[in-house]
């Protein structure tokens, strides 16, 4: 539990950064962007593949007037075989939606 929320800090984080990668994409382009290439986001190497990055960031769907992000572990951080999820949309709205 600890664990988890220490590392749900980052995913917050990076969540936060999308947002504000999508805002400034919406103002250019009167749209939200469906991938993190267009909207300039980096996804930092994964500590599956031996780098530091606790979460996957995806963008699940977008549109003109919307979108949603999550950023899901890779790590299952107590072993229950359920991975950490937390999702964030165009408001700014950041929650977590599977919890590890």
């Not at 220490?6 to 984080?13: D, F, H, L, P, S």
């Not at 980096?42 to 977008?62: D, K, P, R």
């Amino acid at each position: 539990s600890t664990i988890s929320k220490a590392k749900a800090i980052e995913a917050k984080t990076q969540l936060q950064h999308l947002h504000s990668l999508q805002k400034m994409h919406f103002y250019e382009n009167s749209r939200y962007s469906s991938t993190l290439e267009e909207i300039g986001f980096e996804q930092a190497e994964l500590v599956t593949n031996g780098g530091n990055a606790n979460y996957l960031i995806e963008i699940i769907s977008s549109d003109q007037t919307s979108f949603v992000a999550h950023a899901i572990a890779v790590t299952d951080y107590d072993g229950d075989g359920e991975f950490n999820v937390w999702e964030v949309n165009e408001k700014k709205e950041i929650v977590e939606i599977q919890k590890d």
